[in-house]
């Protein structure tokens, strides 16, 4: 049926389009008839010395030559009348003498059938001296003239027929990657409230084992499914918005990524609702790094892995010419949401709050005061955000800025062992800070989370200290973006070897770490 639909109008064009063609065709060659007249001929015979004639192949024109004669009734005498091959001061309709030529012949030619039948003379045209006969051959451009109208006719149809065959193929190729590639599993609308979910599909097979963490939003748990560990995100129907919004955010095309959560279906069941993940046993990067200080290399995977995946989410990605993911901002990006895989390496969670930045769409709900108070940036404190995306953006960047930090503050990379894990301004605002709270250090006394001195002493924790403060900058127009964020990070994992037992900074000969990360362009 798509083909039929497909091809249907594509039939009636190429149909209207060959008949064009075929009309043109034979105007191009069509005969043209002419009045001739024979020379030899007396009209006293009883017959006329004038004939209708068709004109052979390649003749379109009409023509009638004379010379004067005060003996004849009209002052003229007819000399040639007759077909004319070519095209030179041969466009009017009628035969009109433009000029009077020596030896006292007048000549004419015109385009339509019979047209020479009839002569007329231009008035005030002064006469022209040429010495050529009229019936010898004018030079002209006529004939090259008449080509190029013949190809026009001929090409104008080939080109749109090869644009149609394009536009054919474009329209197969989505076809063919939206029934090949579906983005994720897009399931079928059966409650008009809960937007596009499966409902009336049977549930997975999932036995819950072990809850595994508790927030506003519901509970996580640990669960087996087919044999297989996922996590299990339970939550009320109140909180049915953050569900679908979560869901819409996971199903958007080319959304898997290795630092991004691994999303496996949504699910309605009687008193809540599910979101089933993969699940990772070391959990958030929170709950880590409260039983974990981290070693220099232990830092850069967790730190480049974390980055990485916040830069793919908030790029714009097309892969393929019929599906693209757009840009996506987080909104309550914390170290909560960083999921830490079995080698370190991490993956972002959660988006409820989450925004999609379509390109000539509205991003929908985009109330500023979302996310998690101490880790907002000023310009949401003080409700001065603008509601583009690069301002959501650079909202992520500072978040990004905190979780950092947290990293580097549990670092075991200096001569001093590391420092007694606390969350961002948990020493300034304690465990649960509010609005207020947090309106007077960041807004009004523009504080940040302390680094360390002795932080400063290792090149490559400086580095990243460095790169902490641009993310938390003050003014959102000066944040550095994630991408450039993730190649600081790789290129000091690549230009820094810290030895595992004794933490002595090994530089590569001749390379200065200043000039590697202040080329990159922010």
């Known amino acids: 049926m798509f083909w039929i639909n497909l091809f249907t109008p594509l039939f009636f064009i190429l149909q209207h389009l060959t008949g064009s063609l075929s009309t043109e065709a034979a105007l191009a060659v069509q005969r043209r008839e002419c009045v001739v007249l024979y020379p030899n001929c007396t009209e006293n015979r009883g017959q006329s010395c004038q004939r209708y004639e068709y004109c052979e192949a390649g ?21 040639h009348q007759g077909c004319w091959t070519q095209n030179q001061g041969c466009e009017n309709d009628s035969c009109v003498q433009s000029s009077l030529h020596t030896n006292s012949v007048g000549f004419c030619c015109c385009r339509l059938d019979r047209c020479n039948n009839n002569i007329s003379m231009a008035v005030g045209t002064p006469p022209t001296i040429t010495e050529k006969n009229p019936t010898s051959k004018v030079p002209s451009s006529g004939k090259a003239n008449k080509v190029m ?24 190729r989505c ?3 939206r029934n090949m590639y ?8 059966s409650d008009p409230e809960m937007g596009t979910q499966e409902f009336n599909q049977p549930h997975r097979p999932i036995q819950l084992l ?54 496996v279906g949504g699910e309605k069941h009687e008193e809540n609702l599910w979101l089933i993940t993969e699940f990772h046993e070391k959990g958030s990067l929170c709950d880590f790094l409260k039983g974990n200080s981290v070693t220099w290399s232990q830092l850069c995977k967790i730190s480049e892995s974390m980055v990485r995946g916040l830069a793919y989410l908030h790029d714009d990605v097309s ?20 999921l830490l895989k079995e080698d370190l390496t991490a993956c972002i969670a959660d988006f409820g709050l989450a925004l999609k930045f379509e390109p000539g769409k509205s991003p929908g709900e985009t109330h500023g005061l979302v996310g998690t108070r101490r880790y907002m940036a000023p310009e949401i404190l003080e409700g001065a955000i603008s509601f583009r995306k690069d301002a959501f953006l650079r909202i992520d960047m500072y978040a990004c800025g905190l979780v950092l930090w947290e990293l580097l503050s549990r670092n075991s990379c200096s001569d001093q062992p590391a420092d007694e894990y606390q969350l961002p301004f948990e020493e300034e605002a304690g465990s649960h800070p509010t609005l207020e ?29 460095a790169t902490i403060e641009e993310c938390w900058d003050q003014d959102a127009e000066a944040r550095v973006s994630a991408i450039c964020v993730k190649e600081r990070l790789s290129q000091l994992s690549r230009t820094l070897n810290v030895s595992s037992s004794n933490h002595n900074l090994s530089i590569s000969p001749n390379q200065n770490i200043y000039y590697h990360i202040s080329s990159v362009s922010t």
């Open 149 to 172: 109208e013949i190809l026009m006719y001929s090409l104008v149809p080939i080109i749109v027929l090869v644009i149609l065959i394009v536009i054919v193929f474009v329209m197969w």
């Open 182 to 189: 579906p983005a994720h599993s897009q399931l079928p609308a």
């Open 59 to 79: 003749s379109h024109y009409c023509f009638t030559a004379w010379s004067p004669n005060n003996a004849s009734a009209n002052g003229i005498e007819l000399r």
């Open 210 to 263: 072990e809850l595994r963490a508790h927030g506003r939003f519901g509970e996580v748990w640990k669960a087996n499914m087919l044999s297989s560990a996922v996590a299990v995100k339970i939550m009320p129907f109140k909180e049915k918005a953050s569900w679908l919004a979560e869901q819409e955010i996971y199903n958007l095309p080319h959304m898997k990524h290795d630092n991004i959560l691994l999303f």
């Open 437 to 465: 709270d947090m309106q007077e250090l960041v807004v009004m006394k523009k504080l940040r989370p302390t680094i360390k001195n002795h932080w400063l002493q290792h090149p490559g924790l400086e580095q990243v200290a």
């Open 175 to 177: 076809y063919y990657h």
């Open 319 to 338: 892969l393929t010419r019929c599906q693209s993911k757009p840009a996506v901002a987080h909104r309550d990006f914390k170290s909560k949401n960083v």
